[in-house]
């Protein structure tokens, strides 16, 4: 009951809402002044913050990489993105209650949680407020709880050189006050979770200043990035962690994601799923049912894949890799790629049968596996709606690995002793060939990762620099696919034109039978329209050209399911696209609150 008192008074819904403390509470009510008492109450009342602000679902993002049947409203554009009344990501109620922490944690007699509890409250306030500076930009913020009568709620937007410098505020203290422990905590934050977010948020806004160009008083681009780097560097000098490994090149990278555990090696945070407590999510689902969306990467992120002994794949097959069919393409690839997709010979964890890509569950053809686990897991029903039970990355030692990399890499320091701990250390877990400074000072950058039609004409240097950070983002691309940042990482490289960059799948070169499994006999069929349906054994897909399976030249070419709507899609906006608009809502509410550059609400304050 205690609890449920609490929790009412505090979960308001937004920071402009009419709700406040009131000055006298009934005596027959628990007040604040009651509760924060102990370790329990604190550890009850900011326990919501896991759940509330750590991204449970980051596998079914939308984005130049990954699509669906239905694109999402950032991939169509234009008028598909709308101002919203409210919502739209400006809810500030999860930042009142960490500030209400904060405010009572010292009515706690247990000082040793407090130090903790205060510590955990502003790893949180750090969290909350990255993700409204990637959203929105320039914030209004706010360290103290408020209610409906404060002037302060109706304050103008502070700048987001004023936010990050308290951002880092923040996250300092957590990490250096002692309340962290430096120990393994998989599903608590610790000292290390607090770096880790540190070089994340510090990483994005090095790079979005500059390739954005902003210049701000206070730091510049190169603060950030040096910060970014430090905070990663900690964690590979002093941190328990290293990348999972049992030395099996050929399956380490799938098992780390569908394993029903976290593991505490690589994964410095995890949010737990169980089938004995009923935590679930759909990623397992999410690329085996039609009924989820039927999502498949785009032929542009396979590309990007090196070959087996480093070399680009567009470079090795100069000509023939644009009508390399499926079963060609996939040869003799960086071992990720037959980790992260269904390839000839893929069997499921557990499983002895060898399946093909489904073609009626993946919209092109390049069917996911990443998060799918083994078919016994779950009870044996993992294969429903929202049944996965392995544990969802926040934070993993690979991405530390990458963000310090990149850091460097934009700050054109990077050397052979850093990417010997960084990319060379992954690229070791699945048997790839390292990566040196000779290679990238020699080599001009590979043309399809610098490319307008494909890859980030924007970056520019020396030779080696523009290869070090083309091969970075390669390198982050490839590893942290469905994990959440290719969105944010576009945004921060000023490279939203990837999204207008060709969605498609794989290629056909006619009609015919197929062997996309790699077995003896043909497991799909394409047919011309209006020809008499071929007849097929069990097991075997028979699709007619041009309803059930659509390609971009008719009777031959790359899988093109948003063919009839490619039209209807609008251009990345560069002048609005990288920032979301504040709900019109609130700024009726707030007159001080100003509109994001290309949005229009209607509201000339």
Same mark, same amino acid.
């Given at each position: 009951m205690k609890r449920l008192i609490i929790l009412a008074a505090t979960l308001i819904a937004g920071l402009s809402a009419c709700d406040s403390l009131l000055d006298k509470e009934p005596l027959d009510r628990v007040t604040q002044f009651d509760y924060f008492k102990t370790r329990s109450d604190l550890e009850l009342f900011s326990n919501p913050f896991y759940d509330n602000l750590l991204d449970k679902t980051p596998y079914d993002e939308q984005n130049d990489l990954l699509v669906q049947m239905t694109l999402s409203d950032v991939l169509y554009g234009g008028d598909k993105r709308t101002v919203p009344n409210t919502g739209g990501g400006w809810s500030w109620g999860n930042l009142r209650r960490i500030n209400t922490l904060l405010e009572y944690v010292d009515q706690c007699e247990d000082k040793k949680a407090v130090t903790e509890y205060t510590a955990l409250a502003k790893f949180f306030r750090a969290a909350f407020y990255f993700d409204k500076v990637k959203r929105f930009g320039d914030v209004p913020w706010y360290e103290v709880q408020l209610g409906s009568a404060d002037e302060a709620l109706y304050k103008p937007r502070d700048s987001r050189e004023l936010i990050m410098t308290n951002m880092i505020k923040d996250i300092d203290e957590a990490i250096n006050s002692g309340g962290l422990t430096e120990d393994i905590s998989t599903y608590r934050v610790n000292k290390w979770a607090a770096l880790a977010l540190k070089a994340r948020f510090c990483l994005f806004e090095g790079t979005y200043r500059k390739y954005h160009g902003i210049n701000l008083e206070g730091h510049d681009y190169t603060y950030y990035l040096e910060e970014a780097a430090k905070a990663a560097k900690t964690i590979i000098d002093e941190g328990p962690y290293k990348l999972y490994s049992t030395k099996n090149p050929d399956k380490d990278y799938m098992m780390l994601f569908a394993q029903e555990n976290a593991s505490t090696e690589e994964y410095i945070l995890a949010i737990r799923n169980s089938y004995e407590a009923q935590v679930y999510h759909n990623a397992t689902a999410y690329t085996l049912l039609p009924t989820q969306g039927r999502p498949g990467y785009t032929r542009k992120f396979i590309n990007m894949y090196l070959m087996k002994d480093g070399k680009a794949f567009t470079d090795k097959f100069k000509t023939e890799w644009q009508t390399m069919p499926f079963t060609e393409e996939v040869k003799d690839r960086d071992p990720r790629?037959? %980790?992260? =997709?269904?390839?000839?010979? *893929?069997?499921?964890?557990?499983?002895?049968?060898?399946?093909?890509?489904?073609?009626? $569950?993946?919209?092109?053809?390049?069917?996911?596996i990443k998060f799918v686990q083994d078919t016994t897991a779950s009870g044996g029903q993992i294969d429903r709606n929202d049944r996965s039970t392995c544990d969802m990355p926040v934070f993993r030692y690979a991405e530390v690995l990458l963000n310090y990399a990149e850091a460097k890499a934009e700050l054109g320091s990077l050397s052979d002793d850093d990417l010997n701990i960084t990319i060379n250390e992954i690229r070791s877990r699945v048997g790839m060939p390292a990566l040196t400074m000779k290679y990238l000072h020699d080599k001009q950058p590979d043309w399809y990762l610098s490319s307008e039609e494909y890859g980030y004409p924007n970056v520019t240097g020396s030779?080696?620099?523009?290869?070090? +950070?083309? #091969? =970075?983002?390669? #390198?982050?691309?490839?590893? !942290?696919?469905? @994990?959440?940042? /290719?969105? %944010?990482? !576009? *945004? /921060?490289?000023?490279?939203?034109?990837?999204?207008? %960059?060709?969605?498609?799948?794989? *290629?056909?070169? &006619?009609?015919? @039978?197929?062997? !996309?499994?790699?077995?003896?006999?043909?497991?799909? =069929?394409?047919?011309?329209?209006? #020809?008499?349906?071929? %007849?097929?054994? #069990?097991? $075997?897909? $028979?699709?007619?050209?041009?309803?059930? =399976? +659509?390609?971009? @030249?008719?009777?031959? &070419?790359?899988?093109?399911?948003?063919?009839?709507? @490619?039209? !209807?899609?609008t251009p990345f906006n560069e002048e609005r696209d990288y920032l979301y608009p504040i709900p019109s809502g609130e700024r009726s509410l707030n007159p001080n609150l100003t509109q994001n550059p290309g949005w229009s609400d209607g509201l000339d304050f």
């Open positions: 790629l037959a %980790q992260s =997709i269904r390839t000839p010979g *893929y069997k499921r964890i557990g499983a002895k049968r060898v399946q093909g890509p489904d073609l009626g $569950v993946t919209i092109t053809g390049y069917q996911p030779n080696e620099i523009v290869n070090a +950070i083309l #091969e =970075i983002r390669r #390198e982050r691309t490839v590893e !942290l696919i469905q @994990e959440g940042f /290719r969105l %944010q990482d !576009l *945004y /921060r490289w000023k490279a939203g034109y990837c999204i207008d %960059q060709a969605i498609s799948g794989m *290629y056909f070169p &006619g009609p015919g @039978e197929y062997k !996309l499994a790699g077995k003896e006999t043909a497991d799909l =069929i394409l047919y011309k329209a209006g #020809e008499t349906k071929p %007849q097929a054994g #069990e097991g $075997v897909s $028979v699709y007619e050209l041009g309803s059930d =399976i +659509i390609l971009s @030249e008719g009777n031959k &070419g790359y899988v093109y399911y948003h063919k009839t709507v @490619e039209n !209807l899609r």
